[in-house]
């Protein structure tokens, strides 16, 4: 890993890719998945900002349709007695390493900042579980929400969906699965998603090398994940090959410049658009895959959180618990 980056990045986004350089640690794809989800655990909130208290933390499980017990917590900044409307969240890392743990500051930030609640889903992981199970675990938590969140203080009748990278997919080809099932969404809640079937286009070849996760890991992760490489050519991976998108759920883009998954980003917001979806857009210049999990370092990674924040509250009609 080269020290000093190719990339326009920022002054402080190319002290933390140095500063990684300097590390020395093991590319996660010479790991074996169990070492990489270790690996990943460990350093996930050293650049995080601090951990925010909210007055509600609770953890509880959601069946999946096969009768498993998918882990779930629920993040809520008030108490009041009201029912709140909800994000389900769904974490990145390659449908392979991450989960509640993981992203847990970042959960408890949009709880904070937005009003809404905010339910974490660990899903099923690969190669222990392989495409499709993560985008049935995403959606049955979904469905579940829909049918009893109320049991958890949440309005069934508003909720959004959201993730980042690998969660983005998930996010997304469940908002196409709740248009289809007539399950109302406010809001697609999309950081840097994955959407094409395949890796092939220009910000995939001019960040193959991204300090962050370049196409040797994303390969990793994806001969982890998918069955066959016809896996490629399901919506359920590749949100952009759905055959159309009218009447989807609005969505919300948060990308970084310097990532090899901003075209397929930009591409799925093209597409939705041209639908008569309504989309509103951030493009986040000089910085990198990941960085919304960087806010003590990246300074764009906090105004990530608050940008994201804001559409919560005007999709969901919530206010910040004073």
């Known amino acids: 890993m080269q020290t000093l980056s190719p990339f326009p990045l920022t002054p402080a986004m190319q002290s933390v890719v140095s ?24 350093g996930a909130e050293v650049l995080e900002v ?16 096969d009768g498993h ?45 937005s009003g809404c609640a905010v339910v974490s889903l660990d899903y099923r992981l690969a190669p222990e579980h392989r495409f499709p199970t993560a985008h049935d675990d995403a959606w049955d938590a979904l469905a579940w929400l829909h049918r009893h969140g109320a049991e958890r203080g949440i ?25 289809d099932a007539g399950l109302p969404l406010a809001l697609q809640l999309l950081f840097y998603p994955g959407c094409a079937p395949r890796q092939d286009t220009p910000s995939h070849r001019r960040f193959a090398d991204d300090p962050l996760i370049d196409a040797t890991q994303i390969d990793w992760f994806f001969r982890h ?7 490629r050519d399901d919506w359920r991976f590749a949100p952009l090959l759905a055959p159309d998108v009218d009447g989807v759920a609005p969505a919300w883009f948060g990308l970084a410049e310097c990532d090899p998954l901003v075209d397929e980003g930009l591409a799925y917001a093209d597409r ?6 309504p989309v509103d857009l951030e493009l986040w210049h000089g910085v990198t895959h990941e960085f919304i999990k960087m806010g003590r370092a990246i300074p764009e990674a906090r105004l990530a959180h608050a940008a994201a924040a804001a559409a919560l509250r005007q999709a969901l009609d919530t206010e910040v618990p004073a």
């Open 19 to 42: 500063r990684i350089a300097r590390a020395g640690h093991p590319p996660l794809h010479t790991l074996s998945p169990l070492q990489a989800r270790a690996a990943y655990a460990a």
């Open 50 to 65: 601090p951990r925010a208290p909210l007055a509600r933390v609770e953890d509880f499980h959601i069946a999946a349709r």
């Open 69 to 113: 017990p998918l882990p779930a917590r629920l993040y809520a900044a008030g108490q009041g007695a009201a029912p709140l409307p909800a994000l389900l969240y769904l974490h990145g890392g390659g449908f392979t390493i991450g989960g509640i743990g993981t992203h847990d500051v970042l959960c408890r930030e949009l709880a904070r900042l």
């Open 155 to 179: 309005d069934p009748g508003r909720l959004a969906v959201g993730g980042d990278s690998a969660g983005g997919t998930l996010a997304a080809a469940c908002a196409l699965q709740a248009r």
């Open 225 to 231: 994940y998918l069955r066959s490489d016809a896996d």
């Open 272 to 277: 939705l658009r041209a639908a008569g979806v």
